[in-house]
């Protein structure tokens, strides 16, 4: 059992090291998405970065002249828009509709707005249809604080907050717009400041979780080993 | 239809094809994920999937014995204390996970553990021994994590899957992984 237990040690000591060395350390149940592209990279993202890629589709028109329902991602799957059936006005000729989402190098000043994301723009070849939406998907990196909210604007400007209709997955954010545009996730550049930058939303599970872990060992695991010794220590004074 | 299997396959190629075929879901379900669309259905469904290799298999074999089970409880609970510890000490806040991911993600967890220290680490012990099937579960473990994270994290996993294999030997046990993995899984 010696033998058991050093080996059971080492393999802590080991693991310790390994999840030391990154950051947040062992990260499964949700991997951790590829690292992020970015137009412009932040400094600790330059040497590594790759550029963001676009997305094209075309959605045909159906059967009941209406242009059907479609999701359109960029290649690298960083942003994606989503609409239903006839979100789009029917061309006369009821041609397909071509949508692009294209990453922008070039945009607006987002004034107190901080973005965390690149800037997609959206365009159509055939408008949205009134009353209608999309639903606008971008991914954000795992390696800075998480937007609150998704931000728009359209032709020269300026942005607006579009809103945040709840996590669709980790480390992607969505919101509806009811019109075309360029679409960013962000944060007010005012939010508060930690060690590590904004903080501006997350759990505080972790700490909280490993508190209790130690909780549970300490008053639970620790007497029953102890109970157990003593029923032992007794089943060999018996015997 | 097991035991025909166990016929025609030797112990150690039932034990290679057991880990590629554990190796393989896992790629199936991160490449699956790459569309954004339908990812928690796809998260449990890689999960139930990975389980399914448990089937027809004795509870006592994969370390799912009822023995004390409190222990084992317990010491899944020091496990993910230890798995976390990294992060609590450091830790500057995250995403929240949403309750449909909560749930995939323990189904993912849950099926880790049964594939890699559970199937495969039972396949590896028999037709190796206990250090080739810390080894080995622990390699099959990293590589079913080749494409899901950046190369910088596999060591971190890689440590990860030798701790959870030390502990399946040391205690016998696959309970305290299982406990340890979900609750890692669920808080960070």
């Given amino acids: 059992m010696r033998v058991r237990l050093a080996v059971l040690a080492a393999a802590v000591v080991a693991y310790a090291v390994a999840a030391w060395a990154v950051a947040p350390g062992f990260y499964d149940g949700i991997a951790p998405p590829q690292p992020y592209r970015w137009v412009s990279p932040p400094p600790q993202f330059r040497n590594s970065n790759q550029q963001p890629q676009s997305g094209h589709q075309t959605v045909k028109v159906g059967a009941t002249g209406k242009v059907d329902p479609a999701s359109v991602f960029t290649q690298d799957g960083q942003a994606a828009i989503a609409f239903t059936t006839g979100a789009f006005v029917t061309p006369p000729d009821r041609s397909p509709v071509s949508i692009d989402l294209r990453p922008q190098v070039v945009f607006p000043d987002p004034g107190p707005t901080h973005l965390s994301t690149n800037v997609y723009c959206v365009s159509s070849s055939s408008p949205l249809a009134a009353g209608q939406q999309i639903l606008v998907t971008l991914q954000y990196s795992d390696q800075l604080p998480a937007p609150a909210d998704v931000y728009g604007y359209q032709g020269s400007g300026p942005w607006q907050k579009i809103g945040n209709t709840g996590t669709a997955a980790p480390f992607y954010i969505s919101a509806r717009s009811d019109t075309l545009g360029c679409f960013a996730a962000g944060y007010p550049a005012n939010a508060a400041q930690t060690a590590q930058g904004p903080r501006v939303s997350g759990g505080q599970a972790v700490p909280i979780v490993v508190a209790l872990a130690i909780l549970v060992v300490v008053l639970a695991g620790i007497p029953l080993a102890v109970l157990r010794r003593r029923g032992a220590g007794d089943e060999d004074e018996e015997g | ?188």
């Fill in chain 2, 1 to 188: 239809m097991k035991g025909a299997l166990a016929l025609l396959a030797p112990v150690p190629v039932r034990a290679a094809g057991l880990t590629a075929v554990a190796v393989a879901l896992e790629w199936a379900r991160v490449l699956a994920l790459r569309t954004p669309q339908w990812q928690a259905l796809t998260l449990l469904a890689g999960g139930l999937a990975l389980c399914l290799l448990g089937v027809g298999r004795r509870p006592a074999e994969l370390g799912l014995g009822r023995s004390r089970l409190l222990e084992r409880l317990i010491g899944g609970v020091a496990l993910a204390g230890i798995l976390l510890l990294p992060a609590a000490v450091r830790w500057g806040g995250g995403p929240a996970l949403a309750p449909e991911f909560a749930v995939a993600a323990a189904a993912v967890s849950v099926g880790e553990e049964i594939a890699f220290r559970g199937v495969v680490f039972a396949a590896l012990e028999q037709a190796y021994g206990p250090a080739v099937a810390i080894a080995g579960s622990s390699a099959a473990w990293t590589a079913a994590h080749a494409l899901s994270h950046p190369l910088p994290f596999l060591p971190a996993v890689a440590a990860a899957g030798l701790l959870l294999g030390a502990w399946r030997w040391a205690m016998r046990d696959l309970v305290g992984p299982i406990v340890g993995h979900v609750i890692a899984d669920l808080a960070l």
